[in-house]
């Protein structure tokens, strides 16, 4: 059976000289894995730099084979989106969703209300022109909604303190366990409440970045360290 499905690149390893195997999560099947022979020849129609992270296209593929690496017949590189690559901040942030998304949907099947979500994140990511400091903490926002786990927003002045294990907010903090600061909590309550820009610092925009990477490893065994938190927060201002 033929399979043309919207696909996007999950991870990229070199085999041999001139090959790759590459994972993709497709809208129709979940995530596959493919062998592209010859990716870094001249002249391939499915040349390597297609594959970079989070690209998306259509491809078509042979379901009948048993092995695990299936071959790709076709391709159809969304090449709009190839421009953000060389914009510091764009890959910074893509580089930092797919670290997550390639942990966290490591065995994936086939879903489609995520598959969705992310071609909408990954818009997102490419026609943002302003405010892209924050576009990775709404980003782990509505990762947490889609997975399940979504914040619950009971912060008064009597509950200012959110708890990373509970899901919610809390009277008291503990230091080292798990809860965050009254100005981080805060601002948290106004990223679930705004739609428009909430301005703050450097400093607690990162710190509220590094707690919400937090809350996603509590929740989810298979993400452990996350390498390109402290690349992105060098970079984004």
């Given at each position: 059976?033929?399979?043309?499905?919207?696909?996007?690149?999950?991870?990229?390893?070199?085999?041999?000289?001139?090959?790759?195997?590459?994972?993709?999560?497709?809208?129709?099947?979940?995530?596959?894995?493919?062998?592209?022979?010859?990716?870094?020849?001249?002249?391939?129609?499915?040349?390597?730099?297609?594959?970079?992270?989070?690209?998306?296209?259509?491809?078509?593929?042979?379901?009948?084979?048993?092995?695990?690496?299936?071959?790709l017949k076709d391709i159809t590189p969304r090449r709009a989106d190839v421009p953000m690559y060389y914009d510091p901040a764009k890959s910074s942030i893509l580089l930092f969703y797919n670290e997550i998304l390639y942990k966290l949907l490591?065995?994936?099947?086939?879903?489609?209300?995520?598959?969705?979500?992310?071609?909408?994140?990954?818009a997102k990511v490419h026609g943002a022109q302003e405010n892209m400091a924050e576009l990775p903490l709404r980003f782990l926002l509505r990762l947490s909604r889609v997975m399940g786990y979504e914040p619950e927003d009971n912060f008064t002045?009597?509950?200012?303190?959110?708890?990373?294990?509970?899901?919610?907010?809390?009277?008291?903090?503990?230091?080292?366990?798990?809860?965050?600061?009254?100005?981080?909590?805060?601002?948290?309550?106004?990223?679930?409440?705004?739609?428009?820009?909430?301005?703050?610092?450097?400093?607690?925009?990162?710190?509220?970045?590094?707690?919400?990477?937090?809350?996603?490893?509590?929740?989810?065994?298979?993400?452990?360290?996350?390498?390109?938190?402290?690349?992105?927060?060098?970079?984004?201002?």
């Amino acid at each position: 059976m033929i399979v043309t499905t919207p696909g996007i690149v999950m991870h990229a390893t070199k085999y041999g000289d001139t090959s790759l195997i590459v994972k993709i999560f497709t809208q129709q099947q979940g995530n596959q894995s493919f062998i592209v022979k010859n990716a870094f020849r001249k002249n391939n129609r499915f040349a390597a730099s297609y594959f970079t992270p989070l690209a998306m296209m259509d491809i078509s593929y042979d379901d009948h084979s048993k092995s695990s690496l299936k071959y790709l017949k076709d391709i159809t590189p969304r090449r709009a989106d190839v421009p953000m690559y060389y914009d510091p901040a764009k890959s910074s942030i893509l580089l930092f969703y797919n670290e997550i998304l390639y942990k966290l949907l490591m065995d994936s099947g086939q879903d489609e209300v995520l598959f969705d979500f992310l071609q909408d994140e990954i818009a997102k990511v490419h026609g943002a022109q302003e405010n892209m400091a924050e576009l990775p903490l709404r980003f782990l926002l509505r990762l947490s909604r889609v997975m399940g786990y979504e914040p619950e927003d009971n912060f008064t002045d009597n509950t200012p303190y959110f708890s990373l294990q509970e899901c919610r907010f809390q009277p008291f903090f503990i230091e080292d366990a798990g809860i965050l600061t009254q100005p981080q909590s805060r601002y948290l309550h106004l990223l679930l409440n705004q739609r428009e820009p909430v301005p703050v610092n450097r400093t607690l925009r990162t710190a509220l970045l590094k707690g919400l990477v937090a809350y996603l490893q509590m929740h989810n065994e298979q993400i452990r360290k996350i390498d390109s938190l402290e690349i992105l927060a060098t970079v984004l201002h």
